[in-house]
């Protein structure tokens, strides 16, 4: 039996040196312009703000209000996907890290740690991890100034591998609509290519996982659960991706892109 307080104490000091919350607003638009990987290395100093050391990850700041994305995405809809299910996988993404032994726990230092070694962890940080980071990501990957063309080198690489946005969109869509179950669509960069795929539960393209699986850098991404669209559009599951390219952050998308 592992002694409880030397691994709350433990986990402190992992979070007061570099553990990591991820992906805080600001965080994430000044490390947009650095790779993915430094985005999640940068996020995890921002751990020493002493409100945040007593759980080694915690819910980022959403970067607008909860109505911003009305009427694409509904108020209700955002209030209880980010307090409640984002919130859910933080917190049991904590739990989790915390029934962990101590090797595995120096491989929670950062969600990067733990996406690098996914396969040697147990799925409950698997899916509350993903869980965190793909949420952060989806909140900062839209916009109430969202929607439209993307621009710059990400349109140019778009037009490039689909021959045109609208190709581009009816691919992306089609994946999202052929995720069975619950899970999320991608655009990642795998190999210097752009590539559209989609992942299971809270699986992401980050993940080192055995076997086939998408595998790349994220640049867009898409939450096709349930609990993203059914309150407002119930079982159609098309008309909320048909919402999402009103409000895609394409600004933040090309500076990943671009990362
Ligand atoms: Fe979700």
Not at 29 to 44: H, I, Y
Not at 137 to 143: D, G, V
Not at 190 to 205: C, E, F, M, R
């Amino acid at each position: 039996m592992k002694n409880n307080n030397s691994r709350r104490n433990f986990l402190k000091q992992t979070a007061i040196l570099s553990t990591g919350t991820i992906l805080a607003s600001s965080v994430l638009q000044g490390a947009f312009a650095n790779t993915t990987s430094s985005l999640l290395e940068d996020v995890t100093h921002k751990i020493e703000d002493k409100n945040t050391i007593e759980g080694a990850f915690v819910l980022p700041k959403l970067p607008y209000s909860t109505d911003a994305l009305e009427p694409h995405i509904d108020k209700t809809t955002m209030e209880i996907h980010y307090s409640k299910h984002h919130q859910a996988y933080v917190t049991n993404l904590n739990k989790a890290i915390g029934t962990l032994d101590k090797k595995l726990i120096e491989y929670s230092n950062s969600l990067e740690t733990i996406f690098e070694k996914m396969s040697q962890f147990p799925d409950a940080v698997r899916n509350n991890a993903g869980g965190h980071y793909n949420h952060t990501l989806f909140w900062e990957l839209l916009s109430p100034a969202g929607g439209g063309l993307p621009k710059g080198k990400l349109a140019e690489a778009i037009t490039s591998s689909y021959g045109s946005f609208d190709e581009f969109k009816k691919q992306f869509a089609d994946a999202s609509m052929k995720r069975f179950g619950s899970g999320w669509a991608w655009l990642v960069v795998k190999d210097g290519k752009l590539v559209i795929g989609s992942t299971a539960n809270q699986d992401n393209p980050l993940m080192s996982l055995r076997g086939k699986g998408l595998k790349g850098r994220p640049i867009l991404a898409l939450d096709v659960w349930e609990h993203a669209y059914y309150l407002k559009n119930q079982n159609r599951r098309a008309d909320y991706i048909a919402s999402f390219w009103n409000v895609i952050n394409w600004d933040a998308a090309e500076a990943l892109f671009n990362s």
